[in-house]
């Protein structure tokens, strides 16, 4: 299974990525990745990036795992309109979209995120893509576990703990659509 991750810090820190391989293999799913993150870029960013579009076109890929920027989330209509756009050229490829939901702050906490979520599931409900609901998790996790820190020193980012989770939330998604 080919999956593509296009995000940012969100995407690439502790090489969440690489957890969610790892994840994979435990299943018994043979997974090659690809990353195109850069630190605080959305998806209007990735949208006017070359390689972005040529990755999705031609990359062969089973799977393309999309998270806009977080810490703030900007403009939702510029997050609407360039996810749009990149979910169409996931499609057209053949591919599965998969929005990575991402979590707030830790300063903002848990009553910020039911509008950071919506925006995802607005945009799932749009277009009939998946989500891997990522921030919801972080949340239940934390309140199941208040003990264990999701966040690293900056208050944003995920902890290794944190990347897991976020690895995990999204392998299931990945696991469950494959045959």
């Not at 998969?98 to 995802?120: F, H, N, P, R, V």
């Amino acid at each position: 299974m080919r999956v593509l991750f296009i995000g940012n810090s969100h995407t690439y820190y502790n090489d969440m990525p690489h957890m969610f391989a790892n994840i994979c293999h435990e299943h018994h799913a043979d997974t090659e990745i690809t990353m195109l993150a850069h630190a605080g870029m959305g998806w209007d960013f990735h949208v006017n990036e070359p390689e972005v579009r040529f990755n999705i076109a031609y990359g062969g890929y089973d799977a393309v795992i999309l998270q806009h920027v977080a810490h703030p989330m900007g403009d939702l209509s510029v997050m609407a309109q360039s996810g749009r756009q990149l979910i169409r050229w996931v499609q057209e490829s053949g591919a599965r979209p998969i929005l990575y939901m991402t979590w707030t702050t830790k300063a903002d906490g848990e009553s910020a995120q039911a509008q950071m979520s919506d925006a995802y599931r607005k945009l799932q409900e749009e277009t009939g893509c998946e989500l891997a609901p990522v921030g919801d998790r972080w949340w239940a996790y934390h309140r199941e576990h208040p003990e264990i820190e999701l966040y690293a020193k900056d208050g944003q980012h995920a902890s290794e703990t944190g990347s897991r989770l976020a690895a995990a939330t999204i392998a299931e998604v990945v696991l469950n659509g494959v045959k």
